[in-house]
């Protein structure tokens, strides 16, 4: 989907696989002033080249930003696999944001992580995104062949299940976590079957 300026996006959930040359598990594009709260993807995220001249942007939370954008992620998580494929062009791959208009943008990752595997073969990935942000409190979890990247490395899915390990989240009123069961998710929303160490 397409997200204009003025958008404010809350408690928004994706569990389908989404396919497009713009991406993301709960916007593909957008421009103009976006801020996404308190939402989480566990689709998979998918797009393909099919020529040397295509490009495709991929996302967990979100595939493009536009130049002269300014978006705030804040709250949010990324469970689902992110996959460019085709054996030419460029894809942009990223656990929460593809990618962006080089540095004509204003983008801010605030208390998020991402914990699903992020691929392309042939172009540029980031286990947060393959683009320059600003990040605060932002982790990803490297086991399952994940790339590597922006954001704080949490090695394992185990050492993901640990509270100690998400400095920054707010555990009283946003965020809960079962330790050493669960990675964490949000509270007063659905708890996706993905946040479990025994489905990993």
């Known amino acids: 989907g397409y997200s204009s300026s003025g958008s404010e996006i809350t408690e928004c959930i994706n569990e389908s696989e989404v396919t497009g040359r713009n991406a993301g598990g709960i916007t593909g594009y957008a421009s103009g002033t976006v801020s996404i709260t308190k939402s989480y993807n566990i689709g998979k995220i998918s797009g393909s080249t099919t020529s040397g001249s295509s490009t495709i942007y991929l996302g967990g939370i979100a595939g493009y930003i536009a130049q002269n954008a300014t978006f705030t992620i804040e709250n949010c998580y990324n469970i689902g ?10 894809q942009y791959a990223g656990g929460i ?4 208009y080089s540095t004509r943008t204003t983008i801010t990752i605030t208390n998020s992580y991402n914990a699903g595997k992020v691929s392309a073969t042939s172009g540029y ?4 995104t393959s683009s320059n942000v600003t990040l605060t409190n932002v982790y990803y979890i490297t086991e399952g062949s994940i790339a590597q990247g922006n954001g704080t490395e949490i090695a394992t899915y185990e050492e993901g299940a640990k509270q100690a390990n998400y400095a920054g989240f707010d555990f009283e009123t946003i965020w809960e976590i079962q330790e050493g069961k669960t990675m964490p998710y949000l509270k007063g929303m659905t708890i996706p079957d993905q946040v479990y160490l025994s489905n990993h």
């Open 125 to 128: 990935t980031g286990a947060i």
């Open 97 to 100: 944001i593809g990618s962006s």
């Open 81 to 90: 696999e992110i996959a460019g494929e085709g054996t030419a062009g460029y």
